[in-house]
């Protein structure tokens, strides 16, 4: 086989994608792949309901910390991925699950590609809820299914205000993950997948 034949396994246009990546000094990424297994522990909804941030581990709090306060660079690329209703996902259920939450939610969405032989997966689960008035936001990032970077955003009719972001995780010592909320006047389902959060690949100081 010479250098120029295409085997017959590859598409065209993803050699073509891969030989740019490699001129171009930028890691091979693939986004045509389906979330089959989510990481994401199945309390998540109850997560949405508390007043705060936690994290189930000191250890895992520093893992999440060193990555948020990572120096970012550069933006490298924009990864360009679908997001999927998470088959948990409670926003199309005919009533909330409790009086706290205000009908269509919690919401969980997530997406998942391959960034250099790296599974990368992000889910994204918000709710509106009462008692007080409030929305909260969390995105989870995994990389091959270790949480590796957290972000989380919530607003209270209290005037409480906690922000979060972005939501980063580091692939090494080099490059990071970054996924940018993407501002909307609206919080349904179908809103948030019609303007979806950005997510790209940075350089790190």
Not at 75 to 89: C, E, F, K, P, Y
Not at 95 to 120: K, M, N, W, Y
Not at 163 to 170: D, T
Request: some cysteine; aromatic content about 6%.
């Amino acid at each position: 086989m010479t250098k120029d034949t295409i085997p017959p396994t590859q598409p065209r246009h993803t050699v073509k994608a891969r030989r740019a990546a490699a001129a171009a000094n930028m890691p091979i990424v693939n986004t045509s792949i389906s979330a089959q297994m989510c990481p994401l522990a199945p309390g998540w909804p109850e997560r949405l309901r508390g007043m705060r941030f936690g994290f189930s581990s000191p250890a895992e709090e520093d893992r999440l910390k060193s990555a948020h306060y990572a120096e970012l660079s550069a933006r490298r690329m924009t990864i360009d991925t679908d997001w999927q209703v998470a088959s948990d996902d409670h926003s199309r259920e005919a009533s909330a699950p409790d009086a706290h939450l205000a009908t269509g939610f919690p919401c969980h969405i997530h997406t998942e590609s391959e960034i250099a032989g790296q599974r990368v997966h992000i889910d994204r689960t918000w709710a509106n809820l009462w008692g007080p008035g409030r929305l909260k936001v969390e995105w989870h990032i995994f990389i091959d299914d270790r949480l590796s970077g957290f972000g989380g955003e919530m607003g209270s009719s209290l005037g409480l205000t906690i922000s979060i972001r972005p939501a980063i995780a580091l692939l090494d010592h080099s490059r990071a993950v970054v996924v940018e909320h993407s501002p909307r006047g609206k919080i349904t389902l179908q809103d948030v997948l019609a303007e979806p959060d950005r997510i790209a690949l940075y350089a790190t100081m």
